[in-house]
């Protein structure tokens, strides 16, 4: 659980210092408060990264060239994360000491969805991708080895097919092992996140058809281990020299959604989507807390494209959680639903 918060210099939030308790906050304000902001800051602390820009730079305020979070973490201990964000450089301490990104990641599960999120279920491939990689590294904070060997291999292959593609067994063989670990770490994680999603759609008594999630790997061979993808990938290297670029591996699969048979981006309206990407990611969220990693969640603008009753079917879901923050400018929509804390936002001022 998130307890203490402090932001300086980030976005439009004003600078402060704020103390949470467990439940749910309802951050309630008219667009342009601050209240996404308020959400990012959370995001950026537990992950270092942002959900609304690739460039960690974007999130300080105009009037700054660094912006610095500190939060107090509260499970059957006390943590202290601080990240700090100077001259392209960031900087992430656990309890005061310079800390390794896997150590950093271990102390504040964060789970997010915002209106980008809806790529997930209905854009290119690259966001159902980071989708799954998010499970891998939820699954064995391990798998960020996984990802980083996978990529590692993969840009030394572009290079070497941009180059004319001399030697490229040698990296295929490197290759073929790290895409070996990252398919099963993938394939278990969609495994189990059918499972939870089975249980959150039963929770809530969202009246979807049946909803199957699977994973797609581009190589036929991928759960066969190391020797039989790298057969695979040597009997499509003559095309791949000739197009000079990688054509198989995880960096080409997917996740399939589909519901009662069709693919979800096809049949489904912007309310159902809005509420089955939702129930994705509470069952994200379930499976974590089932490997003991009780999540924070970040819900932006939760009850827009949702009607009254989709809200309050996701709420049997949303109100299990130990800590949520969710944001909205309609506040009466939620009344009758038992809200912990509310919080107002205007003009990046939290209160």
Not at 61 to 76: L, P, Q, R, W, Y
Not at 295 to 312: K, M
Not at 327 to 344: A, C, E, K
Request: with cysteine; net charge neutral; aromatic share 6%.
């Amino acid at each position: 659980m998130l307890h203490n918060l402090e932001i300086k210099g980030f976005r439009n939030i004003e600078e402060g210092a704020w103390l949470f308790e467990a439940g749910a906050h309802l951050v309630l304000g008219p667009n342009g408060a601050g209240k996404t902001s308020l959400l990012e800051a959370i995001y950026v602390l537990g992950t270092t990264k942002s959900f609304r820009t690739s460039r960690i730079q974007d999130c300080c305020n105009h009037e700054h060239s660094n912006f610095g979070i500190i939060g107090e973490i509260v499970t059957d201990r006390r943590v202290r994360l601080e990240l700090d964000w100077s001259h392209r450089e960031r900087s992430r301490t656990v309890n005061r000491k310079q800390a390794s990104l896997r150590d950093y990641l271990g102390v504040l599960p964060v789970i997010s969805w915002s209106a980008g999120d809806s790529a997930v279920l209905v854009g290119l491939p690259e966001a159902r991708r980071r989708f799954l990689d998010r499970g891998v590294v939820g699954l064995h904070l391990s798998g960020l080895q996984v990802l980083s060997r996978y990529r590692q291999s993969l840009r030394e292959k572009r290079r070497l097919l941009e180059a004319g593609g001399v030697e490229l067994e040698t990296w295929n063989q490197m290759l073929s092992h790290a895409a070996s670990e990252l398919i099963e770490l993938r394939h278990t994680y969609v495994e189990r996140l059918r499972t939870c999603l089975t249980t959150v759609l039963e929770i809530s008594g969202l009246t979807f058809g049946p909803i199957d999630i699977a994973y797609r790997s581009s190589l036929q061979s991928g759960l066969a281990g190391p020797d039989a993808i790298m057969a695979e990938l040597m009997a499509v290297s003559a095309r791949e020299r000739a197009q000079q670029r990688p054509l198989l591996g995880p960096h080409r699969d997917d996740l399939a959604i589909r519901w009662d048979g069709h693919e979800l981006r096809r049949v489904a309206s912007a309310g159902e989507r809005k509420a089955l990407g939702l129930a994705l990611v509470l069952a994200h969220g379930e499976f974590l807390s089932e490997l003991g990693r009780k999540p924070v969640y970040l819900l932006d603008d939760a009850d827009v494209e949702l009607d009254q009753d989709r809200l309050r079917a996701l709420w049997k879901l949303i109100s299990r959680a130990s800590q949520v923050f969710l944001t909205s400018n309609r506040p009466v929509i939620w009344d009758g639903l038992d809200i912990h804390h509310r919080w107002m936002c205007a003009e990046g001022r939290l209160e």
